[in-house]
T-cell receptor, first 107, second 116 residues
Framework: RKEVEQDPGPFNVPEGATVAFNCTYS??????FFWYRQDCRKEPKLLMS???SGNEDGRFTAQLNRASQYISLLIRDSKLSDSATYLC????????FGTGTRLQVFP | DTEVTQTPKHLVMGMTNKKSLKCEQH?????MYWYKQKAKKPPELMFV???????INESVPSRFSPECPNSSLLNLHLHALQPEDSALYLC???????????????FGDGTRLSIL
């Protein structure tokens, strides 16, 4: 099993839709998790940190299920500007990046 | 605006050239990182510096040579690179190295390197 797995997508959704991405991880000892957003030809930017069962920031909700070893990211009321690649990141002795999930929001 | 600054933003060099990439942060972070990222792939870790000492080298070829002159600066010296080394090189920093809470990494906007 890969250390971090994500569905690469792309997810093509209309504006206003709700979309969810899942990420599974193999290291059960991991305590904190991150979602990064990366626009085309730009650097990854931290979107959310997840330390306990979940975290909410406006339209974005991250949830953690330790028993099943997955993290999810929910985006409500999608905007065109949400189009990007979303990277799931699991710290071990370093950051382990998932392959990223591409989201394309269309008008 | 990113709090980690990288220069240059773009670099084109021949296989016999010697050049350096530079990274600077003033957040008081004590861990700094170099990553390489190819198109449509996630970043790949190259080096980790913790308290100005090299703590992780991910079996990177010796044509890449990192240097950490002080806690705010990180360099990557390049020599005799190959065309397959063309990529986006990202610098990042965090409060300290490790996996504890509040240890996300903050990335610079990268140097896009092309090897002719």
């Amino acid at each position: 099993r890969k250390e971090v797995e994500q569905d690469p997508g792309p997810f093509n959704v209309p504006e206003g839709a709700t979309v969810a991405f899942n990420c599974t991880y193999s290291n059960s000892a991991s305590q904190s998790f991150f979602w990064y957003r990366q626009d085309c030809r730009k650097e990854p930017k931290l979107l959310m940190s997840v330390y306990s069962s979940g975290n909410e920031d406006g339209r974005f909700t991250a949830q953690l299920n330790r028993a099943s070893q997955y993290i999810s990211l929910l985006i409500r009321d999608s905007k065109l500007s949400d189009s990007a690649t979303y990277l799931c990141v699991v710290p071990t002795d370093k950051l382990i990046f998932g392959t990223g999930t591409r989201l394309q929001v269309f008008p | 605006d990113t709090e980690v600054t990288q220069t240059p933003k773009h670099l084109v060099m021949g296989m016999t050239n010697k050049k350096s990439l530079k990274c600077e942060q003033h957040m008081g972070h004590r861990a700094m990182y170099w990553y390489k990222q190819k198109a449509k792939k996630p970043p790949e870790l190259m080096f980790v510096y913790s308290y100005e000492k090299l703590s992780i080298n991910e079996s990177v070829p010796s044509r890449f040579s990192p240097e950490c002159p002080n806690s705010s600066l990180l360099n990557l010296h390049l020599h005799a690179l190959q065309p397959e080394d063309s990529a986006l090189y990202l610098c990042a920093s965090s409060q300290k190295a490790g996996t504890g809470p509040n240890q996300p990494q903050h990335f610079g906007d990268g140097t896009r390197l092309s090897i002719l």
